[in-house]
């Protein structure tokens, strides 16, 4: 091969690779339980323990229970006639035997991280944004050296005793969005269930449902894509072929 071949053939490979980076996701968020991690059996030890701390009796809380919407609004859903009193009794309960117990049958999903690692390889940037408590979702995120891996933790309290309150999950990526000065075109939410995709659709961003987390097939639906695992992530991000 000549020299001008070489040269054109370089110039073609540049040029593929410039195409891919222009079109890739650089701003991903992620949620947390049920996409980074399974949470479920600490969250529900700590739900009846807080429970039973106030007795408030519950008897299809294993059947109603999901981990992933905010701890408010499962308060309602659980238990009949809850007050707003009554489910920051639940939060409190929940948190002081959450926040220390070290998570000891929580668990990351394997090749997760591995993914959110090679997307910053590649030059994008990573974010947790869940509806977790901060307490807790940093506690974890030392736990787990979270910290080394993504650029900043979001949560829906983070902002409770100023101003801002409480952020609802489409109003916190939104601010996730305005403080990382993330176009929309350039975002995408990685979750499982349907706060995550509904709050990426209100922001309009796109978002990638994982299949092994908390989401039923009709809150995966709702997503603009599936991945059925982590490597499906780091391709529907870099080729920003999210969209079918």
């Not at 309602?76 to 998570?103: N, V, W």
């Not at 959110?116 to 974890?140: D, H, Q, S, W």
């Not at 829906?156 to 952020?167: E, N, Q, S, Y």
């Amino acid at each position: 091969m000549n020299t001008a071949s070489r040269a054109r053939n370089a110039a073609r490979r540049q040029s593929a690779t410039q195409r891919t980076n222009d079109a890739m996701k650089t701003t991903i968020f992620f949620d947390l339980d049920g996409t980074l991690a399974d949470t479920d059996a600490d969250i529900r030890g700590a739900w009846k323990a807080a429970l039973a701390d106030l007795g408030i009796v519950c008897p299809n809380f294993d059947r109603d229970f999901v981990a992933g919407p905010t701890l408010e609004e499962m308060a309602f859903k659980l238990i009949p006639g809850c007050t707003d009193a009554m489910a920051q009794s639940i939060r409190e309960g929940f948190g002081r035997h959450y926040d220390g117990d070290g998570f000891p049958a929580t668990a990351e999903y394997p090749g997760v991280l591995d993914a959110v690692r090679e997307l910053k390889a590649r030059g994008a940037r990573a974010y947790i944004a869940t509806n977790k408590r901060f307490l807790g979702a940093r506690a974890m995120a030392v736990r787990f050296g979270w910290f080394d891996v993504f650029d900043g933790l979001y949560t829906g309290d983070m902002h409770k005793d100023d101003p801002i309150g409480k952020l609802s999950k489409d109003r916190l990526l939104a601010l996730a969005m305005r403080e990382t000065g993330a176009a929309a075109a350039d975002c995408a939410m990685v979750g499982d269930t349907l706060g995550d995709f509904t709050a990426a659709e209100a922001n309009g961003i796109d978002s990638i449902g994982v299949a092994w987390g908390y989401g039923r097939p009709d809150e995966l639906a709702h997503a603009t894509r599936i991945a059925r695992s982590p490597a499906d992530i780091i391709d529907f991000a870099l080729s920003g072929r999210i969209r079918p």
